[in-house]
């Protein structure tokens, strides 16, 4: 059975985040043969065309990026929209010609916000990979309210039920993969 490598990235860069939370909880609870990473973001910088050169920063999660069979978004909500911070990641990631990086993965989208769960962020963030050409999964959708027991006060992820839905949402997503490479 190949080995299937995931790639999560976040929205928020705050130690304690809910959203790297979700990241965590989805990565204790990988299917067989399956690992994943977390990006770091904290030190990549808004894209601007006029960087000639690719910041080793941005190089290393672009790397990380080009080697996963696949990536998981946690998308923060703020006002109302995905948090600049993985949009930012997404930009620098499609400068690559032929959207080589991105176009055709598959992805699994979750996270954390208000009492709405971060779902207007999470379907700005469908929007997006339409463009991008990337395949994010339906079902089960992960909407988690960021300011309640669901998460201890360091941002893991303690309601099982929860902890469930991130584990289905890795099974189906990896079940994808596989079907694309047989
Ligand atoms: C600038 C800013 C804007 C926010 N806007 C929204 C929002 O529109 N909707 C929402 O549900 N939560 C909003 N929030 C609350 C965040 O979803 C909440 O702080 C959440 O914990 C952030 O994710 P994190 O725990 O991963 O850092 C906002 C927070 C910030 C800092």
Sequence with gaps: ??????????GSLRKKSTNQGLLR????HLPEGVSMEIANLLDIPF????????????????DQIKEADALVFACTEYNYSLAPALKNILDWAS????????AGKS??????????????????LRQVCVFLDL??????EVFAQAMSASFDAEGNLIEERLIQLVTTQMEVLVAKVRNQHD
């Design 95 to 102: 400068r690559e010609p032929n959207n080589a990086l991105l």
């Design 107 to 124: 992805v699994a989208i979750m996270g954390a916000g208000g009492g709405m769960g971060s779902s207007r962020a999470q379907y700005h």
């Design 47 to 62: 894209y601007n065309a006029d960087i000639a050169e690719r910041p080793a920063s941005v190089q290393r999660v672009l």
């Design 1 to 10: 059975m190949k080995q299937i490598k995931l790639l999560g990235i976040a």
């Design 25 to 28: 909880a989805a990565k204790a």
């Design 135 to 140: 395949y994010p999964i339906n079902k089960p």
